[in-house]
DNA sequence: GTTGAAACACTGCCTCA
DNA sequence: TGAGGCAGTGTTTCAAC
């Protein structure tokens, strides 16, 4: 787990994050490696947990899935936080959540088709029985580091 | 931009999330079509927008980046939408930036080493002069859907 | 780092509705 | 006309050494 990663690697996962398709015959010359040793440093990355994996990035919006929205949530005391990601994340309109120390006690990324979806999601939340409070930030516009 | 995505479209996109680096033959199968079909398919949703990219996901605390926080921040009456992200995604640390309708003004996702690098750039946010206001949300744990 | 074999990506052309 | 299948070529991956 003594995670040893020297600049080669860095940047490596930085030509992957600009494009996780990118091959190695690519970074090989921007790297100044042969094609096989940068294959096995990615390999390695991958062996010691630090890429976790490759996805695609899609943009939600067009999908129809047009808003984007936070939800700070509080919990009654007595909830477990693997119970509050557990609620959570069953909704099919939850993207990520944030488990918090303080106050609220989650924050819960939300994509929904329109206002009276998000209502809808809001107050599944509320009918729960766990929840004591919600406060709901609209996302107008998001930057996202490289993407 | 009249995208027009079906289930197979759809499935593709699920199959890609999962692992952005599945290989066309692998997934041809699974959606009961050729290589060369799949390929056009993917392709395609690059063109309309729906695909934007490609990206590794990594695991930030194993590269010594051990801590994730949110901040709400509230800006001076005056700033505008892209000043607060310009002032916020010239920080390293910051890794998002999502404007908000109401209060606060932008969530920001940080990460960063340890505490006292929280500490520092926090002051750093104060110290820009817009700021009129900050609230810390550290996280304990995330839960992704996907990745 | 180099090499060779297998898998894969890509393109043009043909078919079908 | 638009989408899919097929087949040939070039590239990439992968596991030797």
Known sequence: ?????DETDRLLLRLLRADGRRTYSEMAPEVGLSVAAVKRRVDRLRDIGIITGF?????????GWGI???IELSFLGSTTV?????SASAMPEVQAVHTIAGDPDALVLLRVRDIAHL???IDAFRRGGKVTSTKTLMVLGSWSRDS
Chains 1, 2 share one sequence.
């Open 1 to 5: 787990m003594a995670a040893e990663i």
């Open 55 to 63: 996805t695609v990035q899609v943009d939600y919006a067009r999908l």
């Open 68 to 70: 984007e929205a936070f």
């Open 82 to 86: 693997d119970a509050m990601v557990d």
């Open 119 to 121: 209502q809808q999601v």
